[in-house]
């Protein structure tokens, strides 16, 4: 069976999630070296309303393929992947990756599969080393991360949009207790938007997505404001975890978002 486990424990398969948009150059060669890994048990590409053949060029691989008919963001695109996904573990990736190796996909996902950590990011390598330095006192951001599906049902619905996801997730993880790691992944690195789109078009998508994470960490950071309860998701956990949705979602929402959340501690 593809998967099998390897060395230590592990808490089972992985589902490969890759949301694309215009993408076209570089997806197949993404996907070819995400699914011949033994851990990974199906690659999963979401193209959010790509107009250069992102799409056909997916068809033509293993993966499954969802395809939007426009761009609708590349959380809601993340959402459909996990929706999607038939393994409790999930790796997120970009689909503009070069550099991408076994030992690299390796790296990102045996510490969430060990139980080592909540959640891994891998940071792609800056050629300028001063730029890896200060990833100590910045935002951890990156397109390549292992968690759990319950994980990413805890973040609020408001949160998961555009480039706004990524804060949340980081946020969300260490607020139910778990550890978030990191590691800078040498070799790996990426197509910029500046390349890809042109410069100005680059430059002007660039200043979106910071502005997009500048204000999620103002939401949650400085303003403290939680967004909104994730019910109706908490219920569809339970019925997809085998659980028949017993509770109603009325006594859900008597439990005012107000009230205070139990913090698990982690053993």
Known sequence: MKGEQQSGKTRGLVSAIIPAFNEAKTIRDVIAVVERHPLIDEVIVVDDGSTD??????????AQVICFPQNQGKASAMSAGVEAARNQLIFFLDADLHGLTPEIIDAIVRPVMTGQYGMFVAIRDRKAYWLNRILRFTPILGGERVLTKDLWYQVP????KN???EIALNFYTKTSGRKMGFAVMPGLTQVIKEK???LLLGLYQRILMILDVCWAAARIYLLHDPGEEPLLEACAREKSAGLGAR???????????RAPRAKHVRK
């Open 196 to 198: 890809k789109r042109g």
């Open 247 to 257: 509770i109603s979602l009325s006594s859900k929402l008597s439990r005012s978002v």
């Open 157 to 160: 619905p408001a949160f998961k």
């Open 53 to 62: 053949g992102t799409c056909e060029e997916a068809k033509g691989t293993s």
């Open 163 to 165: 480039f706004q996801i």
